[in-house]
């Protein structure tokens, strides 16, 4: 069954320094995102991604944060300048919307960041 | 924008009895409503979702109720096992019939079905 896999599954970083987490959508979707979860906490939405482009962003996704999809398969996202309050589980999802519509989201293994 | 209300935040339940877990939304342009299973230290998986323009939805002993009017929906989940055990965690968004991946979570609730 296909998924969506992630890496790094946990980073460790210092203060003030920049993370890119990496995603690789199931191949045939088209809208991407990305989620995070304080431990213990609920999941929440930062980012939609749909051809090329933002389509829909929360306020947590603020100037320090970046989406990007480089080479047609990966989906990146980066934070420039990490802040402690990053510290999350970073949850990359994938959906096909439009045709083969499904309504169900894909959800990566995560990826844990630690910053101290 | 939309909040998403979720109750009980722990829910604790005899192997083989019921556990409804309940949610209520804020905007009523909302007609996307997932429910999300997480074991621990895992992926969000989807057990089961209902659109606006239905009131309940079945498959096997999960069903999923839905009340526009009130703007809240329920999950419902018979004969519980203790596989069951988990976080649900129950979602809003406005399908707009391209994509309804931008979910508003609830808190969660965290179910112990004890054997």
């Known amino acids: 069954e296909p998924e969506v896999t992630q890496t790094p599954s946990h980073q460790v970083t210092q203060m003030g320094q920049e993370v890119i987490l990496r995603c690789v959508p199931i191949?045939?979707?088209?809208?991407f995102y990305w989620y995070r979860q304080i431990l213990g906490q609920k999941v929440e939405f930062l980012v939609s991604f749909y051809n090329n482009e933002i389509s829909e962003k929360s306020e947590i996704f603020d100037d320090q944060f970046s989406v990007e999809r480089p080479d047609g398969s990966n989906f990146t996202l980066k934070i420039r300048s990490t802040k402690l309050e990053d510290s999350a589980m970073y949850f990359c999802?994938?959906?096909?919307?439009?045709?083969?519509?499904?309504?169900?989201?894909?959800f990566g293994e995560g990826s844990r960041l630690t910053v101290l | 924008g939309e909040n998403v209300e979720q109750h009980p935040s722990t829910l604790s339940v005899q192997e083989g009895d019921s556990a409804v877990i309940k949610c209520t939304y804020s905007d009523s342009a909302s007609n996307y409503f997932p429910w999300y299973k997480q074991e621990l230290g895992k992926r969000p998986q989807l057990i089961i979702d209902?659109?606006?323009?239905?009131g309940e939805k079945k498959d096997q002993r999960i069903a999923v109720t839905l009340n526009k009017t009130a703007k809240h929906f329920s999950l419902h989940i018979t004969e519980t096992q203790p596989e069951d055990s988990a976080v649900y965690f129950c979602?809003?968004?406005?399908?707009?019939?391209?994509?309804?991946?931008?979910?508003?979570f609830g808190k969660g609730t965290k179910l112990s079905v004890k054997p």
């Open positions: 979602a809003a968004s406005i399908d707009d019939g391209g994509s309804q991946g931008n979910l508003i």
């Open positions: 191949s045939n979707h088209l809208y």
């Open positions: 999802a994938s959906s096909v919307g439009l045709a083969g519509y499904t309504g169900e989201l894909f």
């Open positions: 209902i659109r606006s323009n239905v």
